[in-house]
T-cell receptor, first 112, second 113 residues
């Protein structure tokens, strides 16, 4: 089955810095890669996703890149703000599968 | 729309007691999921359903049962709670299972003593 590794487990940055979270996946058939943000005491919420026919996608301060050859994808957050502090999960899934495989999460802390 | 709701928000059980967690969604989604979240372990799938009347096992199904009698509801049961089932439980739903956004509920925090 699919295996998704996520690094780092904890990331601490100063407000205004950039943050990068990386995930690798094992199944070359995976073709959908969502990122979820989980704020304290809440359920995860989708913030951005990318499909395998696209190499990069941006939405204001966040972007996701995908390298199919290396089987890894990354979340980039620029100009971080304290409200970006949360746990971020990456996931991977493929056509015909009902179940995404999640990474173990990254706790991002943005210091004012 | 309320989205995905879960009841209760918090519960304390004694070892051996039973309980049912309720998940409801008002988005007419076909697929529903139950996850548990433990520190350092991410989200692990317990059971899921691809439509009314269907259920299937996920990664960690032992000790849990589920039912999907109505499309909008997905129930998770613990027949005989164990301390190892202390966790935060999240329900999620999606329009279809393939390459679709999952919408999560706010979670149920369960403590088994």
């Amino acid at each position: 089955g699919e295996n998704v590794e996520q690094h780092p487990s904890t990331l601490s940055v100063q407000e205004g810095d950039s943050a990068v979270i990386k995930c690798t996946y094992s199944d070359s058939a995976s073709n959908y890669f969502p990122w979820y943000k989980q704020e304290l005491g809440k359920g995860p919420q989708l913030i951005i996703d990318i499909r395998s026919n696209v190499g990069e996608k941006k939405d204001q301060r966040i972007a996701v890149t995908l390298n199919k050859t290396a089987k890894h994808f990354s979340l980039h957050i620029t100009e971080t703000q304290p409200e970006d502090s949360a746990v971020y999960f990456c996931a991977a899934s493929k056509g015909g599968s009902y179940i995404p495989t999640f990474g173990r999460g990254t706790s991002l802390i943005v210091h004012p | 729309n309320a989205g995905v709701t879960q009841t209760p928000k918090f519960r304390v059980l004694k070892t051996g007691q039973s309980m049912t967690l309720l998940c409801a969604q008002d988005m007419n989604h076909e697929y529903m999921y139950w996850y548990r979240q433990d520190p350092g372990m991410g989200l692990r799938l317990i059971h899921y359903s691809v439509g009314e009347g269907t259920t299937a096992k996920g990664e960690v199904p032992d000790g849990y049962n589920v039912s999907r009698l109505k499309k909008q509801n997905f129930l998770l049961g613990l027949e005989s709670a164990a301390p190892s089932q202390t966790s935060v439980y999240f329900c999620a739903s999606s329009r279809s299972g393939t390459q679709e956004t999952q919408y999560f509920g706010p979670g149920t925090r369960l403590l088994v003593l």
